[in-house]
Every structure is written in structure tokens, then in C-alpha cells.
């Protein structure tokens, strides 16, 4: 299987993309992906795996990589010259997309590779939509009858004030990796974090910030067969910040599983099912959950993990070849002018 | 201003696609657009205004059009030859969204205008999403406080029973126009219509099919200021099937406005705020509502409404003129190489 990493995208975690692909390189061993980068243009480069670096990013060297469009059936890049060239297209058999927050996992690649027609991993539109609003997230798991934390929205230029009692943590809706983030315990301390969330978002989620909350941490897909990651009880500081989070993504070590009775186990693995099918079929996703007095909480959806959780999984390669093989396929919708037909035969002009 | 309308797309509604932005031609006086069609294939064709009509289509003829191509800030054609030809860009402000169905409402083109650069009238990408599925819809208003009829949701492959009392309506979660779409009465016509909505989607809505039930439709959007149609009493036969939908898809001439007292007018009005602000800001919708004992239930929303319900406005062209000029934009972020960098002079690289 020949795998195309796309990454970057213009998002606040365009580093963290870079970090995640990076990390992916050294992590595959059978696999050797071709790397396609999306620059904050959003103009596509194809990346030689050899320059696979931090630093040809930041400095800009990309520039001088070969560069690609996007049309029906996959990349292409052309030969140069002042008409642009003859188009050869990037050999690959499966793109996985691999650009965490916006343009990745709003639903914009999802769109993108479902109408010019490229094969790829990674949350569908509807899954990629509901997963990246923190709210969507909520209405979800509740049509599911599963719990979520407490929560308000506020919206930018409106009301300030929650009923909730503090500490509250403050969140963008839409945004991921921390960014925006913060916990509060005071009137001004919600005020001060609220300007900072609505730099991000126009919408803020508010909830209770539960001291010491124990999280879990379940990665998975659905091939032939589920295929469930170990559970994880990550080390947690008050919270990641993004600091901690970007080194977070390039994570490429295997972590030691919670220890937790058979029964939550069984309950957790259940909600992944319940959460992932059929809404994220062909995506790896990530849950991250909370446990308060026995009862399971969603807290979030990774449709797209850092380093697509690899660290999680006995056999990450051969997952991703068996997920390649069990794709999810837009239907083909014939069009064959019946009814335009049908009318003007009616109206006597045909 | 210039118009570009995107018509067709690979959906079930590609027809009725056609027969909107024909009418629109004919509705627009003012303003003379450029006419981008979308065929079943996905393939962009500049279709002039003389050759819009139907037989244009239906004919194949729309192929010896100049075919275009979609790239970073706009659609372009060559100038033909061997090696592509020079590219030039099809001249047009802002592009009208007129594919109704799959690839329009699903969110694909709000994906691709926004990736690419294109100002668009029409929903955003989450919007999108949350309209096209009918039961996103529904969990949309919980949230809102909005009633909606009682449902069931069906899979595929899954079971077939519903505790709900005959008559029922059986829909299809991600369609429009009543494909799929069937009246039951009898456990045996739930088999039946079943069969019919599983060719089209995965999962079935099953709803309480009332009676004579009462309809209001309403369209609208936010320009600078509120500015909402006339609310219309739809006259209905038991529902209207697929041919009739289609010639409903051509109207243009105004309608009589719903006979109904102030205050129900009023609670319309703002059940149609509450749901437009801010998902639908830059799109013109269609909100279909039930009126059941005074209580106002959201059935639908139609973030691209047949023809755009050009027949519920007194002044169509103006409103299109000022949604243009109030569009949302996709904040700018910037890319900074921050993380990068700070790491790599930790490492002692920099």
C-alpha cells in the first residue's frame, strides 16, 4: 500500500501537523509514505521524505519543493514552462489526512477528497463537522444517551455570566489542542479568559473544572472487526497545555494500560462503538472520557489524534493497511435526465 | 455585481438543480450572471446564458462548453492544446451555491469555496451539515428549544420495528425534494417504503405522518438587518412526490401571504432567527415550520431552497445583492513557526 500523508492546512495546528507527520515517518517502518504539506496559502507541496525536518518548514525551504494541484483523481504536478507543463499525478493509493483543527477537521479535506474522488482516512464530513464543535459533540452524545459534562455557550459581544460555580474551564467551541483554553476561579479571571477564547472562536463552551477527574483515553477504528486501542489514564498536569500538547503529538511510544475493572472497561469500549459507528467509519478516532462516580462522560472526539495515536496500538501499520481496506464509498447516483425528459415531452417539445 | 451560479452536482436532486437556475435566469433582471454547471462526473463547465435550457443538459450538449477547472481563487478555462494552454479566470464577485442536494447542502461546496478562496452565498460548512441530515436538524432545535415532531431512526441491516402509532412518515436522513420519501399505514407498507428509503441513505426517520396537519414556510437572511419573506401557507396534497416538487422547483411568481394572527407570525419570526443566527449567516434559507395546537415544530430547513424562494420576496435581486456584501469571512491565521522554532533552540538546533 502505497500511503499519502497530507498535512499542514491553514490552522492554529499547523505545527502540530507538522510535528504529527514527522513523528509518523519514524513510526512506520513497511510503510513508506509520500508526504504531501499544505502551506498557510493553502498552496500543496510535495515533501521528499528526506526533508522530513522541523526545519524545512520554518524557514521556508518547502517553497523550493515540488508543487501540486488538487483535481479530480487525485495531485498532480506539472513539468514547469510557461503554459504549466504536462501533469503527472502523485502515485499513492490511499490518502490518510492528518491535519489537525481547521481545514482537517472541519470537513473541509473530508469535502475536498470526496469530490475529486481520492480514497482517504480520516472522518467523512458529517463526522468531521460534529466532532470539531465542541457543541455538535454534545447534542451527539446525548441523541446516544451518553453523558457530557455541564455546560453553557456564550456567544462573542453578548451575555458574560454563567450560573455555573467555579472553577470553570473555558474553551472555544471549535478549536482543539488546548489552544484558547483556560481554567478560572474568579468574575475576572472568566473575563480575562473569555477575551481569550473569543480571539479564537465566536462561540465559547463553559463547564465545570473537576479537580483531579480521572480521564480515559480510547483509540480505535472499525475494519473487518473493531479494532480498540489499549485504554490509557494519561498523566495529567491541571491541564495540557500547548506546550506540553505539541510535545504531546510526537508521542511514538507505546503507554502502559490503565488499570480499571472489567466492567468500566467493557462500558467504555461500548461507547467508542456507540459514538463511532457508522458516523466515523473510515476515520481513526480518539475518545478521551471522564469517569465521576461510576458514570462514564464523553469529553471529546479526536477524529483525527496526534500522531494518529499510534503509541496506543500493538500493530499501528497493519491497522492502518487493514482501515485502507474497508473504506466507506460515496454511492454513485446515476443521472439520467428522466425527468427533464419526461417534461418536455409534456410540454411537446421533444 | 456578477453573479456566478454553481447548478447541478452528482446528487438526486442534479435536476432539479437545473430547473432552479433556469429560473433564476429568468427571475434576475438586474443582475446578469455567469452560469458554472457541475455534471454528474463533477466535471466544471461555463455554460452560456443562451444555452440555458434544459435540453442543454439532457442532450449532452453542455460538453461542447468550455470546461474549467477549480484552483485557488476561482474557476479557470485553457486555452486548449496539447499542453494545457494559458489559463484565464472566469470573472465573476461572488458564486450563488444552487446545487440542491448531496455536493451542495452536504457541505462539499462550502468546503471548496472556502479552501479555495471563493466568496460564496450560501451555507457554511457546519450548517451544512446540520440541515442536511434531518436528525442533526432535530438535535439542532432541542438545543435551540425548538419542537420537533417525535421520530424514530432506522438503519440499515438493523431492525424494522417502531413503537410508533400508524400513519407514519418514512424519510431518508440526507435527502430532499421527497426522494424516499412515504406515507404508511400498515406494518407491510413500512416494509415496503423501507426498502425504498434504504436505496437512498443508511438511515430512516420515521415520524407521526399528521393529518391536515398546518405548514408555514418562511425564508430569509441577515444582511446588514434582518430581512425576512412573507410567510406562505403551503397548499398541500398529502405531500408532495417528486414530480410535483420538481415543477415546484421552477416557480417564480409571488405567492399570497398566510392568513394567521400576530402573535403566531411573531413566534414564527423568531423561531426563524434563533436557528439562523449565526450557522446561517452568508446563506438565504427556507424554514419549513408544523403548527400543532398552537406549538411551532421545526420540520425542516432548506439551506438552499428551490430556486432560492425568490417567489416569497418583494425585492429577490437587492436581498441577493446585499447577502453579497455581508458575507462571513474565514479569519486569517497566522503561521509562525513559533512552537518550531522554540523547540529547535531548546534542542540547540537554531
Redesign the interface.
Known amino acids: 500500500m502505497t500511503l499519502a500523508i497530507l498535512f499542514g492546512g491553514?490552522?492554529?495546528e499547523?505545527?502540530?501537523s507538522?510535528?504529527s507527520a514527522i513523528t509518523l515517518k519514524k513510526v512506520l517502518k513497511r510503510i513508506a509514505p509520500v508526504f504531501i504539506f499544505v502551506?498557510?496559502e493553502?498552496?500543496f507541496y510535495l515533501i521528499e521524505a528526506d526533508r522530513m525536518k522541523?526545519?524545512t518548514?520554518?524557514s521556508g525551504e518547502y517553497k523550493k519543493s515540488k508543487r501540486l494541484?488538487l483535481?479530480?483523481g487525485g495531485f498532480f504536478s506539472?513539468s514547469g514552462?510557461l503554459?504549466?507543463?504536462?501533469?503527472k499525478p502523485v502515485a499513492f493509493d490511499v490518502l490518510l489526512n492528518l491535519i489537525h483543527g481547521?481545514?482537517g477537521e472541519?470537513?473541509?479535506?473530508?469535502?475536498?477528497m470526496?469530490?475529486?474522488?481520492i480514497p482517504f482516512l480520516g472522518p467523512r464530513?458529517?463526522a468531521s463537522?460534529?466532532s470539531?464543535?465542541k457543541?455538535?459533540t454534545k447534542?451527539?452524545a446525548?441523541?446516544l444517551g451518553i453523558t457530557t459534562l455541564e455546560y453553557r455557550v456564550l456567544?462573542r459581544g453578548g451575555e458574560r455570566r454563567v450560573d455555573l460555580a467555579y472553577p470553570l474551564i473555558v474553551k472555544p467551541v471549535h478549536l482543539g489542542s488546548s489552544i484558547g483554553v483556560s481554567v478560572v476561579r474568579s468574575d475576572a479571571e472568566l473575563d480575562y479568559a473569555l477575551d481569550v477564547a473569543f480571539e479564537f472562536d465566536?462561540?465559547v463552551l463553559i463547564e465545570p473544572f473537576v479537580e483531579g477527574i480521572v480521564e480515559y483515553n480510547l483509540a480505535g477504528c472499525k475494519t473487518s472487526a473493531w479494532e480498540l486501542s489499549l485504554i490509557e489514564e494519561p498523566q495529567k498536569e491541571e491541564f495540557l497545555d500547548?506546550?506540553k500538547k505539541?510535545m504531546d503529538f510526537s508521542r511514538d511510544s507505546r503507554v502502559r494500560e490503565a488499570v480499571l475493572d472489567e466492567g468500566l472497561k467493557e462500558r467504555l469500549e461500548d461507547a467508542f462503538r456507540m459514538i463511532y459507528d457508522?458516523l466515523f467509519l473510515g476515520s481513526l478516532i480518539r475518545c478521551d472520557f471522564f469517569v465521576v462516580d461510576g458514570v462514564i462522560h464523553l469529553n471529546e472526539i479526536n477524529p483525527i489524534p496526534g500522531s494518529m495515536a499510534n503509541y496506543l496500538f500493538e500493530d499501528f501499520e497493519g491497522l492502518l493497511e487493514r482501515l485502507a481496506a474497508s473504506l466507506p464509498r460515496e454511492s454513485r447516483?446515476?443521472?439520467d435526465?428522466?425527468?427533464?425528459?419526461s417534461?418536455?415531452k409534456a410540454k411537446g417539445?421533444?
Open positions: 491553514s490552522s492554529y499547523h505545527e502540530i507538522i510535528v502551506d498557510g493553502r498552496d522541523s526545519k518548514f520554518s494541484t483535481e479530480k506539472s514552462g503554459l504549466g507543463g504536462k501533469k481547521r481545514d472541519d470537513g473541509k479535506v473530508a469535502g475536498l470526496e469530490f475529486f474522488g464530513l458529517e463537522v460534529l470539531y464543535s457543541l455538535d447534542l451527539l446525548e441523541a456567544r465566536d462561540q500547548f506546550d505539541y457508522p447516483i446515476p443521472i435526465y428522466r425527468y427533464i425528459d417534461i418536455q417539445k421533444a
